[in-house]
């Protein structure tokens, strides 16, 4: 009788099973951010964050399903224009990214969201504060940082409470995120009995306030508010001093950056903003992470939002790793109670609407030239 010797064909197989368990696993995180244009300095602290946060978990050498993981990061220009925010959108679900961190700017986030929810892909935005994205019901959208409601809030307070102001005139860049932040802002100054002296409009690409700024000097606001991004407010501030108008500008998390000093000159001084967060030296993590931060990409690179982003990467990851598994649907549920300590707070966690819970906002003024803060508070 003819033997046949099966022993090695399974040692062969056990060989080739084991050599697999051990084969790299890829992840790639998608970044989308304006890498181009007036905003690219925001945009490019953004990829910056996510691209130490990649540094940092091939450090921790994580395995997931057993096997070692490369971790890559696949950073896109959406050019904070909604339509390529589209382009950018599809173009990381057909290249079958394991998730995305982005975009930006809310007026961007909008449309990816809806092509992120179809593919069940989770994103977590750590700039986007429209809290109207929240309210779509997508149950892979995440926010890492305050929304509007909490920064129109805070900052009509301060009009009231600290600056005594009874009148303001408002202006907007007619984006998502400007229109959103000026409608909260109007809504909670009107609530607190100041009188909103009427509503200018621009755009996001605009340089020229002139005409706007004229009409407002008739009116003598004691607060503008700005609901845009620095790249307007900068110019806006050297404009409202050249045309003697004595007021003081506020505006949110998108001018409140160092850059707004660099375009605004000596006249950033009569700025007070607010942003998500706390400041970075209060951060958990704050101190190590800005040395390795500074290390990598250079002191002058740090604008804003780098530290968020940085923690929605880790946020991916992590939940990535209690799932075993970087399929985006099967570890999407992991991320809304994740409870990491991450940079910029101890135990992130998502309410059911993916908002952060209980997030922080920070008040911040430029009166010495440079940013600097000047009140936290908590929002519950």
């Not at 978990?57 to 896109?76: S, T």
């Not at 005409?211 to 110019?235: C, E, K, M, S, W």
């Not at 942003?275 to 101190?287: A, D």
Request: proline share 5%; aromatic share 6%.
């Amino acid at each position: 009788m003819k033997l046949i010797r099966i022993a090695p064909v399974a040692a062969a197989l056990g060989l080739a099973s084991v050599a697999h368990a051990a084969d790299p696993l890829t992840v790639t995180i998608g970044i989308a951010a304006p890498l181009s244009g007036p905003q690219a300095a925001i945009g490019q602290d953004a990829v910056n964050g996510v691209r130490l946060a990649a540094q940092e978990l091939d450090r921790r050498q994580l395995r997931i399903d057993g096997r070692p993981v490369v971790w890559k990061v696949d950073a896109q220009d959406d050019q904070a224009d909604p339509k390529q925010a589209t382009t950018v959108a599809q173009q990381f679900v057909d290249s079958r990214v394991n998730g995305v961190v982005g975009h930006l700017n809310s007026g961007c986030t909008f449309p990816a969201s809806r092509i992120y929810a179809r593919a069940g892909i989770p994103s977590i935005t750590g700039s986007s504060t429209d809290p109207k994205l929240a309210r779509q019901g997508f149950k892979t959208f995440f926010r890492i940082i305050a929304n509007d409601d909490a920064l129109g809030a805070g900052l009509a307070a301060y009009a009231k409470d600290t600056l005594h102001a009874k009148t303001v005139a408002i202006i907007d860049d007619r984006t998502a995120y400007g229109q959103g932040l000026a409608d909260v802002f109007a809504r909670r100054a009107r609530a607190l009995g100041l009188h909103v002296l009427g509503r200018e409009y621009t755009t996001d690409k605009s340089t020229d306030f002139s005409a706007i700024l004229t009409r407002i000097r008739a009116q003598h606001p004691d607060v503008i508010f700005y609901g845009g991004v620095y790249a307007q407010a900068g110019p806006m501030l050297r404009q409202i001093a050249r045309l003697g108008i004595k007021t003081h500008l506020l505006g949110g998390d998108a001018i409140c950056v160092p850059a707004l000093a660099t375009l605004a000159g000596a006249d950033v001084g009569i700025t007070t903003c607010a942003e998500g967060g706390v400041p970075l030296e209060r951060m958990p993590g704050g101190k190590p992470w800005k040395a390795a931060y500074d290390k990598a990409f250079g002191a002058d690179a740090y604008q804003i939002f780098s530290p968020y982003v940085y923690d929605a990467t880790l946020v991916l990851a992590q939940a990535m790793v209690k799932a075993q598994s970087s399929d985006p649907r099967r570890y999407l549920p992991m991320v809304r109670d994740i409870g990491i300590d991450g940079v910029t707070r101890r135990d992130i966690r998502f309410d059911a609407q993916g908002n952060l819970a209980r997030p922080s906002i920070t008040l911040s003024s430029f009166a010495d030239g440079s940013k600097k803060a000047i009140a936290v508070q908590t929002v519950d």
